[in-house]
């Protein structure tokens, strides 16, 4: 099941690293490797919220995240995003942009650098509602009780996640992005607008997939058939049938996750190296990895095993939210963003751990009793 679910990904970093030693010498394969921990590191919550929407579809759409998903993720994200950010950024023509990540790597850095706060903007406000559509929904099983359950109240009030999204951006402008010099003066009008087009984007995808999902389970409980999102069996590969249009939205929903979260890794790459390849390359093989590990945790039904891993992954996301709001004026370090991550999934991980136990003992499993109020 291991070497199955993770054998491209070995077989890349092997090759990967095999073209790093060749390209750029013992240097360039360290590069490559550091980048490669870098994006697991900061991309590990991902994986666990992907695994929640991935479950929902069938294995043709599955083996397509892998695939056609990594594609995107990869050449996409890793190389051609900083691209296009420098030809909007400094008004140049794609080949242009091309020829200065190639022949000035100092002058690309800096103009992808300059579009920080816009790209920050518009992943921070994106990740913040998924946080916060996450926290306001009434949920069968509570990790830290004593915020989720006022808030799942709050959130029967229609519209209040795209509310205080907005407030948050208009804060964020006036405040964060007017205090933000980085050498181009006033950035509010640019968060601003950065960061409406990142709520825009997550209503629109978003709700066209909730749409044909809804949609789907509909017609599927008027012909007389299993609903739409009835679990499989574990270990089939298929957590649910979800398939056609409604998967189809649900994957380019999927692909702006991941777009949202490797904002902060490529950005933060660049402390590393300037180089796009070398980028391209280390950044990819973690993408991969990233990709491998979402379908083994659907494969292996971890999110049902432990019920508070997607707790963790969410206000992990919301934590990342903030940071990269933040990181608009301030330098965060990616290593703290990281272990931000993955110290709230091991404290989900570790309150799961201890709840199988005691249902284990006691042979309860209802979700208002299991509830968590102190976290672990």
Do not use: C
């Amino acid at each position: 099941m291991l070497l199955k679910t993770f054998g491209w990904s070995f077989a890349i970093t092997v090759l990967g690293l095999a073209l790093a030693g060749v390209l750029w010498g013992w240097q360039g394969l360290a590069i490559v490797g550091i980048l490669s921990v870098l994006e697991i590191s900061l991309s590990f919550d991902n994986a666990v919220i992907n695994a929640g929407i991935l479950r929902k579809m069938n294995a043709f759409w599955q083996k397509i995240f892998l695939t056609v998903g990594i594609l995107v993720a990869v050449f996409g994200m890793r190389l051609v995003f900083p691209v296009v950010v420098v030809a909007i950024t400094a008004k140049l023509g794609p080949i242009e942009a091309v020829s200065l990540a190639l022949n000035d790597k100092a002058r690309y850095q800096e103009l992808v650098t300059s579009a920080h706060p816009a790209i920050a903007a518009f992943g921070g406000i994106f990740l913040l509602m998924i946080f916060l559509d996450f926290i306001f929904e009434e949920r069968d099983y509570k990790w830290l009780s004593w915020i989720e359950k006022p808030m799942a109240k709050m959130g029967k009030l229609d519209m209040l996640s795209v509310i205080i999204a907005l407030v948050v951006l208009l804060v964020t402008s006036m405040t964060v992005a007017t205090a933000a010099a980085h050498g181009g003066g006033d950035k509010s009008a640019t968060v601003l607008l950065a960061g409406v087009a990142g709520l825009l984007t997550y209503l629109v995808v978003g709700g066209i997939s909730g749409y044909f999902e809804e949609k789907l389970e509909e017609e599927e409980d008027e012909e007389g058939d299993e609903p739409a999102a009835a679990p499989a069996k574990k270990g089939t590969g298929a957590a649910v049938g979800l398939a056609g249009k409604a998967a189809f939205f649900m994957f380019l929903y999927l692909e702006v996750i991941d777009a949202s979260f490797s904002f902060d890794g490529v950005i933060g790459a660049f402390a590393i190296t300037n180089d796009i390849f070398m980028m391209a390359l280390g950044l990819g093989i973690g993408a991969m990895y990233i990709r491998s590990l979402t379908v083994f945790l659907v494969r292996k039904g971890t999110l049902d095993d432990y019920v508070y891993l997607e707790h963790g992954a969410h206000y992990a996301i919301g934590a990342l939210a903030v940071i990269l709001l933040l990181t608009i004026e301030y330098e965060i370090p990616e290593v703290v963003t990281g272990l931000v991550g993955i110290t709230l999934i091991a404290l989900s991980f570790a309150s799961s751990v201890a709840r199988n136990r005691r249902d284990g003992q006691t042979g309860e499993s209802s979700g208002e009793t299991t509830e968590v109020a102190s976290g672990v």
